[in-house]
């Protein structure tokens, strides 16, 4: 059964960084697009990137571009988001999703044909 698993996410200070994982199992990441996306509490959930299958072209809002990073290693069957000059205003449930197309339009959760089950991230003063 195909699964995304999500891993990486805690605690951590205003400035801080964080790095989150997700792992495919049951398929290969790489034949996807791969977006993150995050859901505060009684917020709507938000993409805050995404990374094309194949060529590996990344995606950001303008918002989160120049602190976050999304990346992929084929070896490992991963993706990674690294979070850096994190803010309180980050802190919520952060999940992986796949795909069913190329990243343009990946805002919109109709694009994602499965979920990760989500890692929690906190930023505190």
């Known amino acids: 059964q195909d699964q995304l698993v999500e891993s990486g996410g805690g605690s951590v200070q205003f400035g801080g960084s964080l790095r989150l994982s997700c792992a495919g199992s049951g398929f290969t990441l790489n034949d996807y697009s791969i977006a993150w996306f995050r859901q505060a509490p009684g917020k709507t959930r938000e993409g805050v990137s995404c990374i094309d299958k194949g060529s590996g072209t990344t995606y950001y809002p303008d918002s989160m571009a120049g602190r976050f990073t999304v990346s992929r290693d084929n070896v490992r069957n991963t993706v990674y988001l690294q979070m850096n000059s994190l803010k309180p205003e980050d802190t919520g449930t952060y999940y992986c999703?796949?795909?069913?197309?190329?990243?343009?339009?990946?805002?919109?959760?109709?694009?994602?044909?499965?979920w990760g089950q989500g890692t929690q991230v906190t930023v505190s003063y």
């Open positions: 999703a796949r795909g069913r197309y190329y990243c343009p339009g990946y805002e919109n959760i109709a694009w994602v044909n499965s």
